[in-house]
Protein backbone atom coordinates (compact mmCIF):
# COMPACT_ATOMS: atom_id res chain seq x y z
CA UNK A 1 0.00 0.00 0.00
CA UNK A 2 1.30 3.82 -0.57
CA UNK A 3 2.26 5.24 2.79
CA UNK A 4 0.93 8.06 3.83
CA UNK A 5 3.79 10.47 3.84
CA UNK A 6 4.10 9.95 0.17
CA UNK A 7 0.16 10.49 -0.46
CA UNK A 8 0.87 13.71 1.43
CA UNK A 9 3.45 14.29 -0.92
CA UNK A 10 1.56 13.89 -3.64
CA UNK A 11 -1.53 16.03 -2.46
CA UNK A 12 1.01 18.88 -1.97
CA UNK A 13 1.92 18.75 -5.51
CA UNK A 14 -1.14 18.36 -6.67
CA UNK A 15 -2.08 21.18 -4.93
CA UNK A 16 1.01 23.45 -6.28
CA UNK A 17 -0.20 21.83 -9.91
CA UNK A 18 -3.72 23.15 -9.73
CA UNK A 19 -3.12 26.59 -8.28
CA UNK A 20 -0.13 26.80 -11.17
CA UNK A 21 -2.36 25.85 -13.67
CA UNK A 22 -4.94 28.17 -12.77
CA UNK A 23 -2.55 30.93 -12.99
CA UNK A 24 -1.65 29.46 -16.70
CA UNK A 25 -5.24 29.24 -17.26
CA UNK A 26 -5.88 33.05 -16.23
CA UNK A 27 -2.70 34.16 -18.03
CA UNK A 28 -3.83 32.67 -21.11
CA UNK A 29 -7.62 34.32 -20.41
CA UNK A 30 -6.02 37.68 -20.41
CA UNK A 31 -3.77 37.47 -23.21
CA UNK A 32 -7.13 36.27 -25.07
CA UNK A 33 -9.01 39.44 -23.77
CA UNK A 34 -6.05 41.64 -24.51
CA UNK A 35 -5.99 40.39 -27.92
CA UNK A 36 -9.45 40.93 -28.79
CA UNK A 37 -8.76 44.49 -27.43
CA UNK A 38 -6.52 45.08 -29.49
CA UNK A 39 -8.13 43.71 -32.79
CA UNK A 40 -11.12 46.23 -32.09
CA UNK A 41 -8.93 48.95 -31.61
CA UNK A 42 -7.12 48.30 -34.97
CA UNK A 43 -10.24 47.99 -36.53
CA UNK A 44 -11.87 51.26 -35.22
CA UNK A 45 -8.65 52.95 -36.31
CA UNK A 46 -8.92 51.20 -40.42
CA UNK A 47 -12.11 52.69 -40.20
CA UNK A 48 -11.26 56.07 -39.29
CA UNK A 49 -8.27 56.04 -41.82
CA UNK A 50 -11.17 54.77 -44.35
CA UNK A 51 -13.07 58.00 -43.75
CA UNK A 52 -10.51 59.98 -43.76
CA UNK A 53 -9.29 58.94 -47.27
CA UNK A 54 -12.61 59.48 -48.15
CA UNK A 55 -12.66 63.23 -47.11
CA UNK A 56 -9.31 64.09 -48.52
CA UNK A 57 -10.65 62.92 -52.27
CA UNK A 58 -13.97 64.88 -51.53
CA UNK A 59 -11.62 68.21 -50.90
CA UNK A 60 -9.89 67.35 -53.99
CA UNK A 61 -12.87 67.07 -55.94
CA UNK A 62 -14.66 70.29 -54.79
CA UNK A 63 -13.39 72.63 -57.35
CA UNK A 64 -15.51 70.50 -59.41
CA UNK A 65 -18.81 71.25 -57.81
CA UNK A 66 -21.56 73.50 -58.53
CA UNK A 67 -21.45 76.93 -56.66
CA UNK A 68 -24.60 76.43 -54.82
CA UNK A 69 -23.33 72.98 -54.51
CA UNK A 70 -19.49 74.36 -52.86
CA UNK A 71 -21.86 76.75 -50.72
CA UNK A 72 -23.65 74.17 -49.12
CA UNK A 73 -20.19 71.89 -48.67
CA UNK A 74 -18.88 75.13 -47.34
CA UNK A 75 -21.73 75.13 -44.65
CA UNK A 76 -21.63 71.57 -43.85
CA UNK A 77 -17.48 71.41 -43.52
CA UNK A 78 -17.48 74.29 -41.42
CA UNK A 79 -20.30 72.76 -38.53
CA UNK A 80 -17.85 69.20 -39.21
CA UNK A 81 -14.73 71.22 -38.20
CA UNK A 82 -16.86 72.82 -35.13
CA UNK A 83 -17.65 68.94 -33.90
CA UNK A 84 -14.34 67.83 -34.03
CA UNK A 85 -13.12 70.71 -32.33
CA UNK A 86 -14.99 69.29 -28.85
CA UNK A 87 -13.98 66.44 -26.90
CA UNK A 88 -16.47 63.74 -27.48
CA UNK A 89 -16.30 60.06 -26.43
CA UNK A 90 -16.76 58.26 -29.15
CA UNK A 91 -16.46 54.46 -27.59
CA UNK A 92 -17.23 53.29 -24.18
CA UNK A 93 -13.99 52.59 -22.32
CA UNK A 94 -13.20 48.78 -21.75
CA UNK A 95 -11.58 48.20 -18.43
CA UNK A 96 -9.27 44.89 -17.70
CA UNK A 97 -8.34 44.12 -14.75
CA UNK A 98 -5.40 43.15 -13.57
CA UNK A 99 -4.34 39.23 -13.17
CA UNK A 100 -4.09 38.11 -9.34
CA UNK A 101 -0.54 35.85 -8.89
CA UNK A 102 0.94 34.40 -6.12
CA UNK A 103 4.04 34.86 -5.08
CA UNK A 104 6.76 31.90 -5.38
CA UNK A 105 9.69 31.84 -3.68
CA UNK A 106 12.81 29.75 -3.60
CA UNK A 107 11.48 27.45 -0.70
CA UNK A 108 9.19 24.96 -1.56
CA UNK A 109 7.00 24.90 2.19
CA UNK A 110 6.63 28.77 1.84
CA UNK A 111 5.72 28.20 -1.79
CA UNK A 112 3.23 25.69 -1.22
CA UNK A 113 1.72 27.64 1.58
CA UNK A 114 0.95 31.07 -0.38
CA UNK A 115 -0.41 28.93 -3.33
CA UNK A 116 -2.85 27.40 -0.89
CA UNK A 117 -3.49 30.96 0.17
CA UNK A 118 -4.13 32.64 -2.95
CA UNK A 119 -6.20 29.26 -3.83
CA UNK A 120 -8.54 30.28 -1.28
CA UNK A 121 -9.00 33.64 -1.58
CA UNK A 122 -9.42 33.38 -5.21
CA UNK A 123 -11.96 30.63 -4.81
CA UNK A 124 -9.91 28.17 -6.10
CA UNK A 125 -11.13 24.52 -5.05
CA UNK A 126 -8.78 22.24 -3.47
CA UNK A 127 -10.60 19.44 -2.05
CA UNK A 128 -10.30 17.14 -5.07
CA UNK A 129 -6.49 18.61 -6.34
CA UNK A 130 -5.98 15.59 -9.04
CA UNK A 131 -8.76 16.78 -10.98
CA UNK A 132 -8.85 21.00 -10.24
CA UNK A 133 -6.44 21.42 -13.74
CA UNK A 134 -9.05 18.56 -16.03
CA UNK A 135 -11.63 19.64 -18.10
CA UNK A 136 -14.91 17.48 -17.74
CA UNK A 137 -14.48 15.18 -20.65
CA UNK A 138 -10.77 14.62 -19.52
CA UNK A 139 -12.50 13.67 -15.67
CA UNK A 140 -15.09 11.56 -17.36
CA UNK A 141 -12.66 9.55 -19.36
CA UNK A 142 -9.91 8.91 -16.22
CA UNK A 143 -12.91 7.69 -14.37
CA UNK A 144 -13.83 5.05 -16.91
CA UNK A 145 -10.29 3.93 -17.09
CA UNK A 146 -9.89 3.62 -13.01
CA UNK A 147 -13.14 1.93 -12.92
CA UNK A 148 -12.28 -0.59 -15.58
CA UNK A 149 -8.70 -0.83 -14.30
CA UNK A 150 -9.68 -1.07 -11.01
CA UNK A 151 -13.30 -3.04 -11.28
CA UNK A 152 -15.34 -0.58 -9.63
CA UNK A 153 -18.74 -0.90 -8.59
CA UNK A 154 -21.26 0.62 -10.98
CA UNK A 155 -23.84 -0.09 -9.12
CA UNK A 156 -26.12 2.44 -8.29
CA UNK A 157 -29.32 2.41 -5.74
CA UNK A 158 -31.79 1.73 -8.82
CA UNK A 159 -30.15 -1.20 -9.79
CA UNK A 160 -30.17 -2.71 -5.69
CA UNK A 161 -34.22 -1.55 -5.53
CA UNK A 162 -35.05 -3.15 -9.05
CA UNK A 163 -33.03 -6.37 -6.98
CA UNK A 164 -34.82 -6.13 -3.63
CA UNK A 165 -38.46 -5.54 -5.42
CA UNK A 166 -38.12 -8.66 -7.22
CA UNK A 167 -36.68 -10.79 -4.63
CA UNK A 168 -39.62 -9.44 -2.68
CA UNK A 169 -42.27 -10.24 -5.01
CA UNK A 170 -41.22 -13.29 -5.44
CA UNK A 171 -40.69 -14.18 -1.67
CA UNK A 172 -44.30 -13.05 -1.74
CA UNK A 173 -44.96 -15.77 -4.22
CA UNK A 174 -43.50 -18.88 -2.38
CA UNK A 175 -45.19 -17.54 0.95
CA UNK A 176 -48.82 -17.66 -0.82
CA UNK A 177 -48.20 -19.82 -3.60
CA UNK A 178 -45.96 -22.01 -2.48
CA UNK A 179 -46.79 -22.79 0.87
CA UNK A 180 -45.66 -25.56 3.23
CA UNK A 181 -44.44 -29.01 2.53
CA UNK A 182 -46.84 -31.43 3.85
CA UNK A 183 -47.09 -35.39 4.95
CA UNK A 184 -46.51 -37.34 1.63
CA UNK A 185 -49.48 -39.77 2.26
CA UNK A 186 -52.01 -37.26 3.36
CA UNK A 187 -53.37 -34.07 1.19
CA UNK A 188 -53.03 -30.59 3.38
CA UNK A 189 -54.63 -27.05 2.94
CA UNK A 190 -50.77 -25.78 3.67
CA UNK A 191 -49.83 -27.06 0.37
CA UNK A 192 -49.33 -23.73 -1.75
CA UNK A 193 -51.44 -23.93 -5.17
CA UNK A 194 -48.05 -23.69 -7.10
CA UNK A 195 -47.19 -27.18 -5.07
CA UNK A 196 -50.20 -28.75 -6.59
CA UNK A 197 -49.62 -27.85 -10.26
CA UNK A 198 -46.70 -29.00 -9.97
CA UNK A 199 -47.93 -32.54 -8.23
CA UNK A 200 -50.54 -32.61 -11.23
CA UNK A 201 -47.80 -32.00 -13.63
CA UNK A 202 -45.93 -34.45 -12.57
CA UNK A 203 -48.69 -36.62 -12.88
CA UNK A 204 -49.08 -36.08 -15.71
CA UNK A 205 -45.73 -36.54 -16.96
CA UNK A 206 -45.92 -40.31 -15.98
CA UNK A 207 -49.12 -40.47 -17.50
CA UNK A 208 -48.11 -39.12 -20.92
CA UNK A 209 -44.61 -41.45 -20.37
CA UNK A 210 -46.55 -44.60 -19.94
CA UNK A 211 -48.49 -43.33 -23.04
CA UNK A 212 -45.72 -43.08 -24.69
CA UNK A 213 -43.66 -46.13 -23.83
CA UNK A 214 -46.63 -48.86 -24.46
CA UNK A 215 -47.25 -47.05 -28.08
CA UNK A 216 -43.57 -47.86 -28.96
CA UNK A 217 -43.94 -51.51 -27.94
CA UNK A 218 -45.27 -54.21 -29.32
CA UNK A 219 -48.04 -55.29 -26.52
CA UNK A 220 -50.74 -57.54 -26.90
CA UNK A 221 -54.64 -57.13 -25.55
CA UNK A 222 -56.65 -53.90 -24.36
CA UNK A 223 -54.73 -50.55 -23.73
CA UNK A 224 -54.29 -50.06 -20.04
CA UNK A 225 -56.29 -46.67 -18.82
CA UNK A 226 -53.29 -44.31 -18.86
CA UNK A 227 -55.27 -41.36 -18.15
CA UNK A 228 -55.31 -43.48 -13.76
CA UNK A 229 -52.42 -42.30 -12.31
CA UNK A 230 -52.00 -45.91 -10.06
CA UNK A 231 -52.58 -47.82 -13.44
CA UNK A 232 -49.70 -46.14 -15.67
CA UNK A 233 -47.36 -46.03 -12.21
CA UNK A 234 -48.01 -49.86 -12.06
CA UNK A 235 -47.55 -50.49 -15.85
CA UNK A 236 -44.41 -48.57 -15.52
CA UNK A 237 -43.35 -50.61 -12.25
CA UNK A 238 -43.77 -54.01 -14.31
CA UNK A 239 -42.39 -53.00 -17.41
CA UNK A 240 -39.32 -51.58 -15.23
CA UNK A 241 -38.09 -54.31 -12.97
CA UNK A 242 -34.72 -53.32 -11.02
CA UNK A 243 -33.20 -55.23 -7.74
CA UNK A 244 -32.70 -52.56 -6.26
CA UNK A 245 -36.76 -52.14 -5.46
CA UNK A 246 -36.84 -53.72 -2.06
CA UNK A 247 -39.13 -51.94 0.15
CA UNK A 248 -38.64 -54.14 3.45
CA UNK A 249 -35.88 -56.11 4.81
CA UNK A 250 -38.35 -59.40 3.94
CA UNK A 251 -37.24 -58.90 -0.13
CA UNK A 252 -33.46 -58.61 1.11
CA UNK A 253 -31.39 -62.11 0.83
CA UNK A 254 -28.72 -61.73 2.52
CA UNK A 255 -27.83 -58.80 5.20
CA UNK A 256 -30.27 -56.25 6.84
CA UNK A 257 -30.96 -53.20 6.18
CA UNK A 258 -31.87 -51.18 9.22
CA UNK A 259 -33.97 -49.26 9.35
CA UNK A 260 -35.78 -49.55 5.39
CA UNK A 261 -39.73 -49.64 5.54
CA UNK A 262 -42.06 -48.67 2.41
CA UNK A 263 -42.19 -45.22 3.45
CA UNK A 264 -38.34 -44.51 3.55
CA UNK A 265 -36.57 -47.27 0.98
CA UNK A 266 -36.92 -44.52 -2.01
CA UNK A 267 -34.83 -42.49 0.60
CA UNK A 268 -32.42 -45.29 1.37
CA UNK A 269 -31.74 -46.54 -1.96
CA UNK A 270 -29.03 -45.12 -3.61
CA UNK A 271 -30.18 -45.76 -7.28
CA UNK A 272 -34.17 -44.03 -6.63
CA UNK A 273 -32.36 -40.52 -6.73
CA UNK A 274 -32.81 -39.01 -9.81
CA UNK A 275 -29.36 -37.44 -10.73
CA UNK A 276 -26.36 -38.92 -11.86
CA UNK A 277 -25.66 -40.34 -8.46
CA UNK A 278 -28.40 -42.33 -9.06
CA UNK A 279 -27.84 -43.18 -12.57
CA UNK A 280 -24.35 -44.62 -11.92
CA UNK A 281 -25.63 -46.76 -8.84
CA UNK A 282 -28.40 -47.81 -10.60
CA UNK A 283 -27.01 -49.30 -13.68
CA UNK A 284 -23.84 -50.51 -11.13
CA UNK A 285 -26.90 -52.36 -9.06
CA UNK A 286 -28.97 -53.96 -12.13
CA UNK A 287 -25.07 -55.23 -13.62
CA UNK A 288 -24.58 -56.98 -10.57
CA UNK A 289 -27.85 -57.78 -9.24
CA UNK A 290 -27.38 -55.71 -6.19
CA UNK A 291 -29.11 -53.16 -4.26
CA UNK A 292 -27.12 -50.23 -2.63
CA UNK A 293 -28.52 -48.89 0.75
CA UNK A 294 -27.43 -46.31 3.41
CA UNK A 295 -29.15 -47.70 6.61
CA UNK A 296 -30.21 -46.30 9.81
CA UNK A 297 -26.92 -45.87 11.21
CA UNK A 298 -25.03 -44.62 8.54
CA UNK A 299 -23.41 -47.40 6.90
CA UNK A 300 -23.17 -47.79 3.27
CA UNK A 301 -24.66 -51.41 2.02
CA UNK A 302 -24.74 -53.48 -1.27
CA UNK A 303 -27.31 -56.38 -0.42
CA UNK A 304 -29.08 -59.03 -2.63
CA UNK A 305 -32.66 -58.85 -3.15
CA UNK A 306 -35.74 -61.32 -4.35
CA UNK A 307 -36.45 -58.73 -7.06
CA UNK A 308 -34.79 -58.99 -10.48
CA UNK A 309 -33.99 -56.66 -13.44
CA UNK A 310 -36.31 -57.23 -16.85
CA UNK A 311 -35.73 -59.11 -19.77
CA UNK A 312 -33.75 -56.07 -21.86
CA UNK A 313 -31.50 -56.28 -19.09
CA UNK A 314 -30.61 -59.90 -17.93
CA UNK A 315 -30.96 -60.87 -21.54
CA UNK A 316 -28.53 -58.51 -22.82
CA UNK A 317 -24.55 -58.10 -22.75
CA UNK A 318 -21.83 -55.67 -22.96
CA UNK A 319 -22.82 -52.45 -24.63
CA UNK A 320 -26.37 -53.22 -25.18
CA UNK A 321 -26.56 -54.22 -21.84
CA UNK A 322 -25.54 -51.20 -20.24
CA UNK A 323 -27.56 -48.97 -22.85
CA UNK A 324 -31.00 -51.59 -21.44
CA UNK A 325 -30.00 -50.59 -17.74
CA UNK A 326 -30.01 -46.73 -18.43
CA UNK A 327 -33.32 -47.00 -20.03
CA UNK A 328 -34.30 -49.57 -17.20
CA UNK A 329 -33.39 -47.15 -14.46
CA UNK A 330 -34.70 -44.08 -16.31
CA UNK A 331 -38.39 -45.45 -16.40
CA UNK A 332 -38.73 -46.93 -12.91
CA UNK A 333 -37.92 -43.62 -11.52
CA UNK A 334 -40.52 -42.29 -13.77
CA UNK A 335 -42.74 -44.84 -12.09
CA UNK A 336 -41.49 -43.58 -8.74
CA UNK A 337 -41.34 -40.04 -9.47
CA UNK A 338 -45.17 -38.94 -8.50
CA UNK A 339 -45.73 -41.75 -5.38
CA UNK A 340 -46.65 -45.41 -5.67
CA UNK A 341 -49.32 -46.84 -7.38
CA UNK A 342 -50.79 -47.85 -3.77
CA UNK A 343 -50.26 -44.75 -2.47
CA UNK A 344 -52.92 -42.68 -0.79
CA UNK A 345 -53.29 -38.85 -1.46
CA UNK A 346 -49.80 -37.24 -2.75
CA UNK A 347 -47.78 -40.27 -2.32
CA UNK A 348 -44.14 -40.27 -1.31
CA UNK A 349 -42.25 -39.47 -4.67
CA UNK A 350 -38.44 -39.75 -4.88
CA UNK A 351 -35.74 -38.04 -2.71
CA UNK A 352 -34.29 -35.21 -4.21
CA UNK A 353 -30.51 -34.93 -5.77
CA UNK A 354 -28.11 -35.98 -3.45
CA UNK A 355 -30.54 -35.81 -0.18
CA UNK A 356 -29.93 -39.39 0.04
CA UNK A 357 -26.69 -38.32 1.08
CA UNK A 358 -28.03 -36.97 4.21
CA UNK A 359 -28.21 -39.83 5.57
CA UNK A 360 -24.54 -40.23 6.60
CA UNK A 361 -24.66 -37.36 8.93
CA UNK A 362 -25.15 -38.69 12.27
CA UNK A 363 -24.87 -35.87 14.23
CA UNK A 364 -26.70 -33.09 16.15
CA UNK A 365 -29.88 -32.89 17.73
CA UNK A 366 -32.81 -31.62 17.40
CA UNK A 367 -36.18 -32.40 19.26
CA UNK A 368 -39.01 -33.03 16.84
CA UNK A 369 -42.62 -33.86 18.50
CA UNK A 370 -40.63 -35.14 21.55
CA UNK A 371 -38.28 -37.03 20.06
CA UNK A 372 -34.57 -36.50 19.88
CA UNK A 373 -33.47 -36.60 16.11
CA UNK A 374 -29.72 -36.06 14.67
CA UNK A 375 -29.51 -34.54 10.88
CA UNK A 376 -29.75 -38.04 9.08
CA UNK A 377 -33.50 -38.83 11.16
CA UNK A 378 -33.92 -34.95 10.92
CA UNK A 379 -33.96 -35.20 6.89
CA UNK A 380 -35.83 -38.51 6.40
CA UNK A 381 -38.75 -36.70 8.68
CA UNK A 382 -38.53 -33.99 6.12
CA UNK A 383 -38.69 -36.69 3.61
CA UNK A 384 -41.99 -38.05 4.95
CA UNK A 385 -43.24 -34.94 5.40
CA UNK A 386 -43.26 -34.48 1.34
CA UNK A 387 -39.81 -33.14 0.75
CA UNK A 388 -39.56 -34.84 -2.41
CA UNK A 389 -38.20 -33.69 -6.11
CA UNK A 390 -42.20 -32.30 -6.61
CA UNK A 391 -41.51 -30.08 -3.13
CA UNK A 392 -38.07 -29.32 -4.36
CA UNK A 393 -39.53 -28.14 -7.77
CA UNK A 394 -42.08 -26.21 -6.60
CA UNK A 395 -39.84 -24.03 -4.19
CA UNK A 396 -37.24 -23.46 -7.22
CA UNK A 397 -39.75 -22.16 -9.44
CA UNK A 398 -39.84 -18.64 -7.96
CA UNK A 399 -35.69 -18.56 -7.28
CA UNK A 400 -35.50 -19.63 -10.72
CA UNK A 401 -38.29 -16.38 -12.16
CA UNK A 402 -36.27 -14.01 -9.86
CA UNK A 403 -32.87 -15.21 -11.10
CA UNK A 404 -33.98 -14.78 -14.74
CA UNK A 405 -35.80 -11.01 -14.62
CA UNK A 406 -32.24 -10.20 -12.58
CA UNK A 407 -30.13 -10.97 -15.44
CA UNK A 408 -32.51 -9.85 -18.23
CA UNK A 409 -32.43 -6.24 -16.59
CA UNK A 410 -28.74 -6.68 -16.35
CA UNK A 411 -28.43 -7.76 -19.91
CA UNK A 412 -30.66 -4.97 -20.85
CA UNK A 413 -29.06 -2.16 -19.42
CA UNK A 414 -25.33 -3.50 -20.15
CA UNK A 415 -26.01 -3.36 -23.87
CA UNK A 416 -29.18 -0.37 -24.53
CA UNK A 417 -27.68 1.78 -21.42
CA UNK A 418 -24.00 0.82 -21.09
CA UNK A 419 -23.59 0.41 -25.48
CA UNK A 420 -22.06 -2.90 -24.66
CA UNK A 421 -22.70 -5.62 -27.64
CA UNK A 422 -25.12 -7.88 -26.87
CA UNK A 423 -21.95 -10.82 -26.41
CA UNK A 424 -20.50 -8.83 -24.05
CA UNK A 425 -23.96 -8.18 -22.60
CA UNK A 426 -24.13 -11.59 -22.01
CA UNK A 427 -25.59 -11.79 -17.84
CA UNK A 428 -22.83 -14.51 -16.89
CA UNK A 429 -22.26 -14.43 -13.00
CA UNK A 430 -19.04 -14.92 -13.26
CA UNK A 431 -15.81 -13.46 -12.39
CA UNK A 432 -16.30 -10.94 -15.04
CA UNK A 433 -19.27 -9.46 -13.72
CA UNK A 434 -19.14 -9.09 -9.58
CA UNK A 435 -21.91 -6.67 -9.84
CA UNK A 436 -23.93 -9.12 -11.47
CA UNK A 437 -23.11 -11.33 -8.79
CA UNK A 438 -24.15 -8.54 -6.22
CA UNK A 439 -28.11 -7.94 -7.39
CA UNK A 440 -28.19 -11.71 -7.92
CA UNK A 441 -27.27 -11.61 -3.99
CA UNK A 442 -29.06 -8.99 -3.12
CA UNK A 443 -32.63 -10.48 -4.80
CA UNK A 444 -32.20 -14.02 -3.28
CA UNK A 445 -31.59 -12.07 0.41
CA UNK A 446 -34.74 -10.29 0.06
CA UNK A 447 -36.16 -13.29 -1.00
CA UNK A 448 -34.81 -15.15 2.09
CA UNK A 449 -35.75 -12.76 4.38
CA UNK A 450 -39.58 -12.79 3.60
CA UNK A 451 -39.12 -16.64 3.15
CA UNK A 452 -37.66 -16.99 7.43
CA UNK A 453 -40.29 -14.84 8.58
CA UNK A 454 -42.43 -17.12 7.49
CA UNK A 455 -41.28 -19.93 8.23
CA UNK A 456 -40.91 -18.48 11.54
CA UNK A 457 -44.41 -17.40 11.81
CA UNK A 458 -45.78 -20.73 10.91
CA UNK A 459 -43.33 -23.16 13.08
CA UNK A 460 -41.44 -20.72 15.40
CA UNK A 461 -37.90 -21.88 16.92
CA UNK A 462 -38.63 -25.41 16.29
CA UNK A 463 -37.77 -28.04 13.60
CA UNK A 464 -41.17 -27.66 12.20
CA UNK A 465 -40.61 -24.30 10.89
CA UNK A 466 -38.41 -26.49 8.12
CA UNK A 467 -41.79 -27.33 6.73
CA UNK A 468 -42.18 -23.95 5.46
CA UNK A 469 -38.58 -23.19 4.51
CA UNK A 470 -37.60 -22.96 0.74
CA UNK A 471 -34.79 -24.68 0.42
CA UNK A 472 -33.64 -23.95 -3.09
CA UNK A 473 -33.86 -20.59 -2.00
CA UNK A 474 -31.22 -21.24 0.61
CA UNK A 475 -28.87 -23.19 -1.11
CA UNK A 476 -28.53 -20.16 -3.88
CA UNK A 477 -28.21 -17.83 -1.17
CA UNK A 478 -24.76 -19.43 0.43
CA UNK A 479 -23.72 -19.57 -3.06
CA UNK A 480 -24.31 -16.17 -3.89
CA UNK A 481 -22.50 -15.57 -0.71
CA UNK A 482 -19.83 -17.42 -1.26
CA UNK A 483 -19.48 -15.92 -5.19
CA UNK A 484 -19.84 -12.44 -3.80
CA UNK A 485 -16.86 -13.21 -0.80
CA UNK A 486 -14.55 -14.80 -3.57
CA UNK A 487 -14.99 -11.54 -5.89
CA UNK A 488 -14.62 -9.57 -3.11
CA UNK A 489 -11.74 -11.24 -2.00
CA UNK A 490 -10.09 -10.71 -5.34
CA UNK A 491 -10.60 -7.69 -5.80
CA UNK A 492 -8.54 -6.96 -3.18
CA UNK A 493 -6.37 -8.34 -4.32
CA UNK A 494 -6.26 -6.95 -7.10
CA UNK A 495 -6.02 -3.24 -5.44
CA UNK A 496 -3.35 -4.22 -2.99
CA UNK A 497 -1.44 -5.56 -6.56
CA UNK A 498 -1.97 -2.13 -8.49
CA UNK A 499 -0.95 -0.41 -5.04
CA UNK A 500 2.25 -2.04 -5.29
CA UNK A 501 2.39 -0.96 -9.02
CA UNK A 502 1.38 2.71 -8.01
CA UNK A 503 4.40 2.73 -4.91
CA UNK A 504 7.21 1.76 -7.05
CA UNK A 505 5.99 4.82 -10.01
CA UNK A 506 5.38 7.08 -7.32
CA UNK A 507 9.21 6.20 -5.68
CA UNK A 508 10.52 6.49 -9.29
CA UNK A 509 8.78 10.05 -10.14
CA UNK A 510 9.68 11.81 -6.69
CA UNK A 511 13.05 10.47 -6.66
Same mark, same amino acid.
Request: negative net charge; charged residues 25%; aromatic residues 8%.
Given at each position: ????????????????????????? %?????? *????????????????????????????????????????????????????????????????????????????????????????????????? +??????????????????????????????????????????????????????????? /????????????????????????????????????????????????????????????????????????????????? %???????????????????????????????????????????????????????????????????????????????????? +???????????????????????????????????????????????????????????????????? /?????? +???????? *?????????????????????????????????????????????????????????????????????????????
Amino acid at each position: MVSKKINTDLTDIAELSAVVDNQAS %SSKEKM *DELHGEACNLKSEFSTLLDEGDDFLEILDNVDLLAENEQSIFGDSFDDLMSELAEPVNTRKTTRIKTLHIFEASGDYTDTLINARKFAEKEGIGLSN +PYYAGMSQLEINNINRILSEKYKLSALDKYDYAFAGIIGIVMGLVDVFLVGSITDGNKD /STVQGWLGKKVDSGYEILVKNYAKFEYAAGNHQGPTPNFDNKATAIRWLENAHKVSYDAATNAHVIDGVVKGMNPSNHHLM %SLAHEPSILGLIIGVLDQLTSKATFIDADGNLLRVSTDSFENANVTNADGVEKVINSVTNWFGHTMSDISGASGSKGRGAGLPS +PFYSLTQKLHFGSFDVNGKDMDIAQLSEWLYKQGLDVRALTTQAIPVVVAEVLVRLYWLFKKHFYYGK /SWKESM +PLANSDNP *DLQKMLLTSIAAFETLDIADALARGGLTPKALLSINFVGLVDLSFRSIQVLRSHHRHLKLLDELDDDLQVEWSRILD
